[in-house]
């Protein structure tokens, strides 16, 4: 019998979980609610809530709504939202992360503090809370994706680094190396460590559980920013590492001459969706 374990530091992380708890609260009662964008980037959780009621929207839609209840997700929004939400008669239920919006109140007063400077945003581009980010700084905002972005920046002129709470530490700081050794004197460079500690940490844990085992199943939506990062951990420290976003895409041959599984996920992979895909094996095995 192959043994499972379930990774206990996998799962939902509290923003993901609080905004979920806010739509299921407001949905048990019976009420109609709209949530601006995917609630979690995991189809399946999308699905969970879409048979409880929860309509999904994007901002196309929010505009042409009036006098409703419109949930904001964990990403965070920008101004511009609200604004719209205030002009519609929309009630805001904003579930945006504490992280986030402090990131995002700390971009904005530095913005208006300083807007010669290049206020630079390590993310992804379009990214929803990125989009939230750069929306604080009137979209002057500069977004880099990868090291090699940063060498289009002005190194004559100030520069403010931030980043994406779910970007990789590592490649921050090789950022940072990168623009102080460029930075000209006459320039100001300051780099905000903005990356959530609850999301950073989860890579060390990965890669010891990862370790562990024969197999890994990691179990994500492949949209997940933070999941890709993560999946590429896994795989880094255990090649034998399969992003699955369901159970029905466990492929059985994967089993042979296996003797542990691991199951772990992103910070948008709920629990309950591992339990499903440990208790397919299981009964796989059971047959």
């Known amino acids: 019998m192959i043994q499972i374990e379930i990774d206990n530091g996998s799962g939902f992380c509290f923003g993901v979980t609080t905004a979920i708890k806010k739509a299921e609260e407001e949905l048990s009662d019976g009420k109609t609610l709209y949530c601006l964008g995917d609630i979690v980037h995991n189809s399946m959780e999308c699905e969970r809530l879409r048979k409880m009621g929860l309509i999904t929207i994007n901002h196309n839609d929010l505009r042409k709504l009036n006098g409703v209840k419109v949930l904001l997700r964990a990403h965070g929004e920008p101004p511009e939202t609200y604004r719209i939400a ?40 379009g990214h929803a809370e990125v989009l939230g980010l750069v929306g604080q700084t009137d979209s002057c905002a500069i977004v880099i994706e990868k090291f090699d972005d940063v060498k289009k920046l002005d190194f004559n002129r100030d520069v403010y680094l ?9 490649e ?11 930075i000209s004197a006459n320039a100001t460079f300051k780099s905000f460590d903005t990356i959530c500690r609850q999301v950073a940490n989860r890579m060390p844990n990965i890669s010891a559980f990862a370790a562990k085992h024969d197999m890994i199943l990691f179990v994500c939506g492949r949209k997940s920013s933070n999941g890709k990062v993560l999946y590429h951990e896994s795989i880094r420290v255990n090649p034998n590492t399969h992003l699955i976003e369901s159970a029905s895409e466990i492929d059985f041959n994967w089993l042979d001459g296996i003797k542990t599984i691991g199951i ?15 208790d397919c094996i299981i009964a796989h095995q059971d047959d």
């Open 172 to 182: 921050f700081h090789k950022i940072i190396d990168y623009i102080q050794s460029h």
């Open 264 to 278: 772990c996920g992103a910070t948008s992979t709920p629990k309950w969706l591992m339990e499903e895909c440990r």
């Open 162 to 170: 931030y980043s994406q709470t779910t970007k990789s530490l590592d």
């Open 86 to 125: 205030e002009e519609n008669n929309i009630e805001i239920i904003d579930a945006t992360c504490p992280v986030v919006l402090q990131l995002q109140r700390r971009i904005k007063r530095q913005f208006d503090a300083n807007q010669n400077a290049q206020t630079v945003i390590f993310g992804k581009n």
